[in-house]
C-alpha cells in the first residue's frame, strides 16, 4: 500500500556537489548511483555527504526525531514518519502521513534537498529511495532498478503461469508474475505452513521449559 514499489532498506542518500548525481548507500554498505532517477548502477564513491549539525527549533513533531538543515530555512525531521518545519519549527508538516501509516513506509532514516532545485527532495527508509517534486507534497518511488531486495531464499522457479517465488526478509513470499518488473508479496502455503509449524514448537519448548522450572 505504498506509493510505488518498494525495495530493501536505504540508510543514505545525498547528491553531487553540482546536484546531477544522486546517491545511495544500502544497509549491506553498497553504494549506487543514478542520474535519470531511473537506473542504478554500482558507484565508486564512499564518502557522503557532509553533515550540518543540527538546528535549533521551537518544538520538535515527535520524539527521537532526528533533525537535519536543508537550507531556504528548511528543517526536515525524521522519525517514524517525514516532517518539515518552514519556520524554525513552530510549526511542522507531515510530509508521508495517510491516516496511521505512510505513503513511502515507516522509519526514516535520511533526506537530501537537491541543490538546484530546493523543492525537489529524497528520502531514504527501510523500504528504498522516495522522490518529492513538490517539498513532500506527493512521492514516487525510485526503487524499481535498484537492486537491493533482501532475499533469504528461493522458494520455487518458474512453473507454468507462476513465475519465480522468493522469501524477502520482512516481507514474507514475493512472485515475478512473467512479463513484469516487479516482484508482488503473495501467500506462499509451504512458507505458511513452516511459520505455523515454528510458531506450535516454540510454543512446546516454552512449555516444557515452565515445567522443569516448576
Known sequence: MLASPATGPVVAVWYSSDGATLYARTRSGKVYETGDYEVWTPS???????????????RVPEEGVRLVPAGFGRVFALGRQLFRSDDGGRTWANLTAYKAESVIGMGQT??????????QVVA?????VWRSMDGGLSWSGLNQFLP?????????????????RIEVAGVGAAELVPGTPVWTPVQDPGLDAEAASLKRYTAIIRCGVRSIVA
Open 110 to 119: 535520511s533526506v537530501a534537498t537537491s541543490n538546484v532545485n530546493p523543492d
Open 148 to 164: 537491493n531486495l533482501e532475499v533469504k531464499r528461493i522458494l520455487a522457479t518458474p512453473n507454468g503461469m507462476s513465475g519465480t
Open 124 to 128: 531514504a527508509n527501510q523500504f528504498g
Open 44 to 58: 565508486q564513491v564512499t564518502a557522503e555527504a557532509p553533515t550540518s549539525a543540527p538546528p535549533p527549533v521551537v
